[in-house]
Structure formats: C-alpha cells, structure tokens
C-alpha cells in the first residue's frame, strides 16, 4: 500500500496587541498505509502517530530530509 504522513492542522490564535486572528502552522503527527480504495472510503492502517488524530487532519506524500 502507499504510505502517507499525517499532519495536524495548526490552532487559529488572536494576537492581543491588534486582535488580528494568526493561522499557526501544521504539525505532522505521524503516518499510516492506505490498503484498500473505493470510489467514496479508503481503508488504512495508522502506522505511527504521536498525538490523537482528529477529524480535519490531512494526508500527504511523504517528506524526505536530504
């Protein structure tokens, strides 16, 4: 199967100072290995995961450090 990362959305926070709402950035959580597609659900098992994941959280390729 291929292997994805998941990332956690960052918070949405207000600065106090001019009350402008920041988007902090995403973290990865961990990755999991989809086995089998449909044409609506994917199964896939979490292969690693450092926090709970929550609904929102997104899948991409993998990041290689060179």
Request: proline share 8%.
């Amino acid at each position: 199967g291929q292997v994805f990362d998941i990332t956690q959305q960052g918070e949405s926070i207000r600065d106090p100072k001019t009350k402008e709402v920041i988007q902090l950035p995403g973290q990865q959580i961990g990755s999991l290995m989809v086995f089998r597609t449909f044409d609506q659900l994917s199964y896939a098992y979490v292969l690693e995961s450092d926090l709970p994941i929550k609904v929102g959280s997104s899948i991409q390729p993998p990041q290689f450090n060179d």
